[in-house]
């Protein structure tokens, strides 16, 4: 682990990270042995910080150390941590903090062979996401929402869990986004309220564009989400995961445009 | 600072607290060597604990810490953070990990010395404070709201900033919770949806109780609010400190029953 540069496992106990929730992340795959859709990772610390008031390190910096990081592993996963720094008792920041960055590898995630081909088991939770403009669409440290969501189950035959807002609308997973095909148009959830904006939601949305075949972004009720023809999941690591049931509703993988998903794979992975 | 029982001043960077704000604090007043209101605090670590599935230190263990890093000291405040430990990574707890208990003492705030008795200026924020069930009343580490809300403002002759829900529900203080006098009853917001139900907060609740003028909990509008008859904030520090101004407009100290002022005053610091 590197932290601010230097090899490391610890940081301060007075970081704001730790005390506030105070900070930014990516999760990033690592194929061939580099970090993929960097440039995408990147924008979106850059967009999260600019909205928090936090200063994300320079691309060059931050490029180089996920670099080194990442070393002579071929796959894996990156995490990048970047926090407002240590800070004294108390919400306001000091003026002079200085952000703290924690560049983390880690191996594949052990995920089900299958889940590509034959598509995962969702459930929906009951841990509502909380609505707020402020934060909306932000991937920040504060995620006890998808904490308190995931330890909802424990069968390991379930991939993800389905998070709605107060309102009964679908927002997202715990760790992913969702997209729902019905009448061969492909939709996804509007994350103006709450929801993180994924960087493969991003990569699905420009592709589906660049095809013609915009995705239309709105409210999803959750009975129109159990009316799809068909559903997936994206992440960075997943890229794009056909789910086969919600619930126990089987729902049929038939929709899902192959062209689509063949031009994500393509492109998620570089 | 103590940090598993150990002198220290670092946590992992693997800790769930830093990863996702997974766990609980207490802010609490140090007065005659001893913390102050410690069975009220110790509890809500407890229910906090309790409702996120995060195992907290015994009693004596904390108690017997928390005494240590007081050490000398007279006066001043102990923080105590307690996350749900180190993890790997994923929003699933692994079913092993240990929490992480942090115990820091610090010297007294810088407030300002006329709080208590011609009152402090306050403004209203527009960060709003999100509604969520699941973590509503929990002082829990996912503090990015009252960040942003105390990042709107530097002018230091504010001293605090209310805090509203998204349907213009007065909630609390970014680090305080409010009581409001009208026609010579006391109110105070409803936090089931939101908010941290502070220690100052139940045990003025408590008293008010005791003497036979319970503390009505309800759903306060932001205009309501305005045209209270007199205002004070509470949290375990300040004890009781009144408004005189709110965004400009002069309110009235007059209305404050200072019986149960001088109750919660002698009964905040033991």
């Not at 002579?72 to 800070?87: A, E, H, P, S, Y």
């Not at 379930?158 to 997973?173: A, K, P, R, W, Y």
Request: hydrophobic share 35%; glycine share 8%; proline share 4%.
């Amino acid at each position: 682990m590197l932290i601010n540069g230097d090899s490391g496992s610890t940081i301060s106990a007075l970081d704001r990270g730790l005390q506030y929730g105070d900070g930014v992340f990516e999760t990033i795959a690592v194929a061939d042995g580099r970090p993929c859709l960097w440039e995408r990772h990147y924008r979106r610390l850059e967009s999260g910080g600019s909205r928090l008031g936090i200063s994300i390190p320079d691309h060059a910096t931050l490029f180089k150390e996920v670099s080194t990081e990442i070393g002579l592993n071929d796959t894996g996963v990156i995490k990048i941590v970047i926090t407002r720094g240590r800070g004294s008792r108390g919400y306001r920041p000091d003026s002079d903090s200085e952000p703290t960055r924690i560049i983390n590898f880690s191996s594949w995630p052990d995920y089900p062979v299958a889940a590509r081909t034959t598509g995962v088991v969702v459930r929906i939770c009951s841990t509502p996401l909380s609505q707020n403009r402020t934060l909306a669409g932000i991937k920040h440290l504060n995620r006890l929402e998808q904490v308190m969501a995931r330890l909802e189950w424990d069968d390991m035959e379930i991939s993800e869990g389905l998070m709605l807002d107060s309102d009964d609308h679908v927002i997202e997973g715990t760790m992913s986004n969702i997209f729902m095909y019905k009448d061969g148009q492909l939709h996804t959830p509007d994350l103006t309220d709450c929801g993180v904006a994924g960087v493969m939601r991003g990569l699905v949305l420009d592709v589906a564009a660049e095809v013609g075949k915009p995705v239309t972004i709105r409210s999803i009720s959750r009975s129109e989400l159990l009316a799809a023809d068909s559903l997936f999941l994206t992440n960075s690591l997943m890229a794009i995961w056909p789910i086969r049931d919600v619930d126990g509703k089987s729902f049929s993988l038939d929709s899902i445009d192959q062209k689509l998903v063949s031009e994500i794979h393509n492109r998620a992975y570089v």
